[in-house]
């Protein structure tokens, strides 16, 4: 079992930034690949990137593109989320992720409980 633990959340006013964090209790992320979501009041689960554990290679929703950077730590402990130039539609519930296999995030078998984003205009 890999319980996840989201970090980072807050308040910030619009183009600001905020830094995401995604640890697992424990144990540490190597051969996991770790996935963020968001969701916002009244929508379905959106995804928002992706960073895959053989190769690092990423993935980002359209929507994040230049504005968001995936990454994690050399020791594969925390997985990490900076957002930049913030909007306020980026308001949701950003969630972390994770699965060794290869499959859509969506899917992933272990997720976190969430942290709040909350982008002020």
């Known amino acids: 079992q890999v319980q996840l633990v989201e970090s980072g959340g807050g308040l910030v006013q619009a183009g600001g930034s905020l830094r995401l964090s995604c640890t697992a209790s424990g144990r540490a992320l190597n051969n996991y690949n770790i996935a963020w979501f968001l969701q916002a009041p009244g929508k379905e689960r959106e995804f928002v990137a992706a960073?895959?554990?053989?190769?690092?290679?990423?993935h980002y929703a359209n929507s994040v593109k230049g504005r968001f950077t995936i990454s994690r730590d050399n020791a594969k402990t925390t997985v990490y989320l900076q957002m930049n130039s913030l909007k306020p539609e980026d308001t949701a519930v950003y969630y972390c992720?994770?699965?060794?296999?290869?499959?859509?995030?969506?899917?992933?078998?272990?997720w976190g409980q969430g942290t709040q984003v909350t982008v002020s205009s």
């Open positions: 992720a994770a699965d060794r296999r290869n499959i859509t995030p969506r899917d992933y078998a272990y």
């Open positions: 960073i895959f554990w053989f190769d690092s290679t990423t």
